[in-house]
C-alpha cells in the first residue's frame, strides 16, 4: 500500500483547505485511517480517524466542529475538509493506515503513512 498526501497550502485564519490521501497498491477497505499533524518542534498528535468496520470517527479535541474526515472507496482515497483554519493548526499533515483503529487512536506508529504535506496559516 502506497499514500502519497497532497492539498496542503497557505491560508489565512478563517480559511478552508481539503487534504487527499491517494492510495495505490492495494484497497483502503482494509485499513483504518487516520491523519496526524506534526508541528515544528512538537509531538505527532492525531487529528481525525476512521474506522473501516464501522465508520467510527475521532476528532481532536481542537479541531472538532471544524474538520472533516471521509473516505471514497470508489476512488480508494480519504479525505480532510479542514475549515476555520488557525494559526495553531499550522503543520505537516500526513495520512496513514493500519488494520486497527485502535493503534491509530493511540498514536502508536501506522503500519502505513503518506509523505506529508504543509498547511500553513497565517496572515
Request: net charge neutral; aromatic share 10%.
Amino acid at each position: 500500500l502506497q499514500l502519497v498526501d497532497s492539498g496542503g497550502g497557505v491560508v489565512q485564519p478563517g480559511g478552508s483547505l481539503r487534504l487527499s490521501c491517494a492510495a495505490s497498491g492495494s484497497s483502503l477497505d482494509g485499513y483504518a485511517i487516520a491523519w496526524f499533524r506534526q508541528a515544528p518542534g512538537k509531538e505527532r498528535e492525531g487529528v481525525s480517524c476512521i474506522n473501516n468496520r464501522n465508520s467510527d470517527t475521532y476528532y481532536l479535541d481542537s479541531v472538532k466542529g471544524r474538520f472533516t474526515i471521509s473516505r471514497d472507496g470508489a476512488k480508494n482515497a480519504v479525505y480532510l475538509q479542514m475549515n476555520d483554519l488557525q494559526p495553531e493548526d499550522t503543520a505537516v499533515y500526513f495520512c496513514a493506515a493500519d488494520q486497527y483503529f485502535a493503534r491509530l487512536r493511540l498514536n502508536l506508529q501506522p503500519d502505513y503513512r503518506g509523505q506529508g504535506t504543509q498547511v500553513i496559516v497565517s496572515l
